[in-house]
């Protein structure tokens, strides 16, 4: 429990330069220096409906399905490889052209992009209290020990990021993953954080709690991961905190 990454001002230097906000359906794509922050969701959308955000959105199925079945939603992919950023763009395309969906339909207006990396976008750009829920669903779990360092779980700011913009009205964490270890221990860290951070979770109690799947209002879209790994076989762990 006790190696944690080290993200430092260089690293995201490198790994955060070219950072955009990207509207699908507008086709543009605005770099995220030039926003103000924190973002305003309600400029960034045009509208006050409240907002989602897929961690690590990879190729970009959960995030067509969700928006499509949710369109009073807003959803944010928050994604920092540019190949699947560009995939994801490629998805919405087909889907639009193979269901004559036009830019005046509305259909999509409530999804954009982040094309840089989670940690540098959630401890700078989300407003406190302000994400109705996080969907992260398979992450990368590093599976060599000399590199579980960079676990995404493991980061402090992250999970204190993570608490700090989920509402306080039952903000939701939806947590999937195929990696019964990981699972295991992002559920000691997500347990422990309060312990270790009483003064960054800024409440009394620990905020999170895990809730059951079905009174959580948990929707089963399978995501890239979770076909190719449902069709191997392979057990699928999920897990749902809320924000009290
Ligand atoms: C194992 S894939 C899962 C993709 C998708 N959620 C799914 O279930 O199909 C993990 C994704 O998270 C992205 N990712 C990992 N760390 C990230 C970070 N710090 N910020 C943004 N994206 C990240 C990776 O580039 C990759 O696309």
Not at 4 to 18: A, L
Not at 87 to 92: A, S
Not at 158 to 174: I, P, V
Not at 179 to 196: K, M
Request: hydrophobic fraction near 30%; proline fraction near 5%; charged fraction near 30%.
């Amino acid at each position: 429990m006790n190696e944690e990454p080290r993200y430092n001002d260089i690293y995201y230097q490198r790994t955060t330069h070219h950072s955009q906000i990207i509207d699908i359906v507008q086709e543009t794509a605005i770099a995220l220096s030039e926003f103000r922050a924190p973002i305003d969701w309600q400029v960034l959308f045009d509208n006050m409906h409240p907002v989602e955000i897929d961690i690590g959105s990879g190729k970009g199925r959960f995030l067509l399905e969700t928006s499509r079945q949710h369109p009073k939603v807003n959803y944010l992919g928050v994604e920092r490889a540019r190949k699947y950023v560009d995939l994801t763009r490629e998805r919405f395309k087909k889907y639009m052209r193979h269901f004559s969906v036009d830019k005046r339909s509305g259909t999509f207006t409530n999804v954009r992009l982040a094309w840089t990396d989670a940690n540098y976008f959630l401890t700078r750009y989300v407003p406190a209290e302000s994400v109705q829920a996080y969907h992260i669903y398979f992450p990368d779990p590093w599976p060599k020990k000399r590199q579980r360092k960079r676990r995404i779980f493991r980061n402090h700011d992250f999970l204190s990021a993570l608490t700090r913009t989920l509402t306080s009205d039952n903000g939701k964490l939806y947590i999937v993953t195929d990696y019964a270890e990981y699972f295991e221990e992002i559920q000691e860290r997500l347990a422990a954080y309060y312990d270790d951070n009483p003064c960054k979770a800024g409440a009394n109690t620990n905020p999170l709690h895990r809730v059951s799947l079905d009174s959580s209002g948990y929707e089963h879209i399978e995501t890239n991961f979770e076909m190719k790994y449902l069709l191997k076989g392979r057990p699928i762990y999920r897990a749902v905190y809320e924000k009290m």
